[in-house]
């Protein structure tokens, strides 16, 4: 597995800076898992968000990257920061401990980025062949439908 993470520079009339997560949400990056699927980490979540709940499916979008098949449209998934690939290579396990494989139904809350915003910038620079032509769902405080298991 190989961990992406953005980074930015600036070049200034005295020095040469770069800067790692300035703002508070800042710090989204991807996965690239054994199976080669592209995973997008979201960074920190805003500090507030409505406490609206998400159901659908994550799917593998025609670019090789995770998707989130949702009621009316399907986005690029992008989980927490800190998730890390599973055991196996093949799913990822969020910071709260849920594994998450294509395929899965979802429960999860969430937050986009408005298009042009300097948050749609950057989830779009970690994984430009993700977003071509799609917007970006960023989920948090994810759980597997109980509706779905088996």
Same mark, same amino acid.
């Given at each position: ?19 790692? &997560? ?7 990056? +991807?996965?690239?898992?054994?199976? #080669?699927?592209? !995973? %997008? *980490? ?31 449209? &399907? ?7 800190? +998730?890390?690939?599973?055991?196996? #290579?093949?799913? !990822? %396990? *969020? ?56």
């Amino acid at each position: 597995m190989r961990h992406h993470a953005w980074l930015c520079g600036a070049i200034g009339v005295v020095s040469l800076t770069a800067c790692v &997560t300035t703002l508070p949400w800042q710090g989204a990056s +991807s996965l690239t898992l054994d199976n #080669g699927a592209t !995973v %997008v *980490t979201a960074g920190r979540p805003p500090e507030a968000m409505g406490a609206v709940q998400y159901s659908g499916q994550v799917v593998l979008l025609e670019q090789g990257c995770w998707g989130f098949k949702g009621f009316d449209s &399907t986005n690029v998934l992008m989980l927490p920061s800190g +998730s890390k690939a599973s055991g196996d #290579g093949t799913g !990822v %396990v *969020t910071p709260d401990g849920v594994t998450v494989r294509v395929g899965d139904q979802i429960l999860a809350g969430g937050y986009g980025a408005g298009d042009g915003t300097a948050l749609d910038a950057e989830w779009r620079a970690v994984a430009p062949e993700c977003f071509e032509s799609r917007r970006g769902s960023a989920l948090v405080d994810i759980e597997r439908d109980p509706d779905e298991r088996s």
